[in-house]
């Protein structure tokens, strides 16, 4: 069974640009979760879907984070225009409906926004 | 709201030596799970433990165990016979009971080096 899947891992970019970040949830996972970790410091929700509505999505920094998961199966995560301080290491986790407690992860996709 | 401390940042173990790292939380929860997620050197984050508030025994996965204090608000991870393969981030969580609308909150993590 293939996993969480990110794409890209690693994106460079510049302040002012437009980067869309990619998550393949584990097949069946109707549960999608966004985090982010900034260097050095815990690892921050960002926001939740159960298929394709968004649960919660109080973590959202602002208006220039866009979520979206169309059809309940990948989900995108647009940052627009970028700023210095959305450089982070984007995570994505899936969680089946029955399980209660664990989420899987992807590996990360690592924003540098120069 | 919900906070997880993890208070060391980096720890470091000697191979087949045992290690423990700490975390403590805070929540006005009763019913809640808490975990320990282990991110090795450029892998994804895995579940190592989880701990569901209610039950007292304390989990327990092979060489892992913790020992979580409720009252206290504490949930330390015990590493027995350290192996090379255990140096990764680890990253201490909780996550409260409320149907649909759950997640996790970590804490900073603990880098642990396993050494020779």
């Known amino acids: 069974e293939a996993g969480v899947t990110q794409f890209p891992s690693h994106s460079v970019i510049e302040k002012g640009q437009t980067v869309t970040l990619r998550c393949d949830p584990i097949?069946?996972?109707?549960?999608l979760y966004w985090y982010r970790r900034v260097m050095g410091k815990e690892i921050k929700f960002l926001l939740h879907?159960?298929?394709?509505?968004?649960?919660?999505e109080s973590g959202m920094p602002n208006n220039r984070f866009l979520a979206e998961r169309t059809g309940g199966t990948y989900s995108t995560l647009k940052v627009q225009p970028a700023e210095l301080e959305d450089s982070g290491v984007y995570f994505c986790?899936?969680?089946?409906?029955?399980?209660?407690?664990?989420?899987?992860f992807g590996e990360g996709s690592r924003l540098t926004v120069l | 709201a919900q906070t997880v401390t993890q208070s060391q940042p980096e720890m470091s173990v000697q191979e087949a030596e045992t290690v423990t790292l700490s975390c403590t939380y805070d929540?006005?929860?009763?019913?809640?799970?808490l975990f320990w997620y282990k991110q090795p050197p450029s892998r994804q984050m895995i579940l190592v433990i989880r701990?569901?508030?209610?039950?007292?025994q304390n989990a327990t996965e092979n060489r892992f165990s913790v020992n979580f204090q409720k009252a206290a608000k504490s949930f330390s991870l015990k590493i027995s016979d350290s192996q090379l393969g255990d140096t990764a981030m680890y990253f201490c969580?909780?996550?409260?009971?409320?149907?649909?609308?759950?997640?996790?909150?970590f804490g900073t993590g603990t880098r642990l080096q396993v050494t020779l």
């Open positions: 986790a899936s969680r089946h409906h029955t399980n209660t407690g664990e989420l899987f």
């Open positions: 097949s069946g996972h109707d549960n």
């Open positions: 879907f159960v298929k394709e509505s968004k649960q919660d």
């Open positions: 929540t006005s929860e009763n019913n809640y799970y």
């Open positions: 701990q569901e508030a209610y039950k007292q």
């Open positions: 969580a909780f996550m409260k009971l409320s149907g649909t609308a759950s997640k996790l909150t």
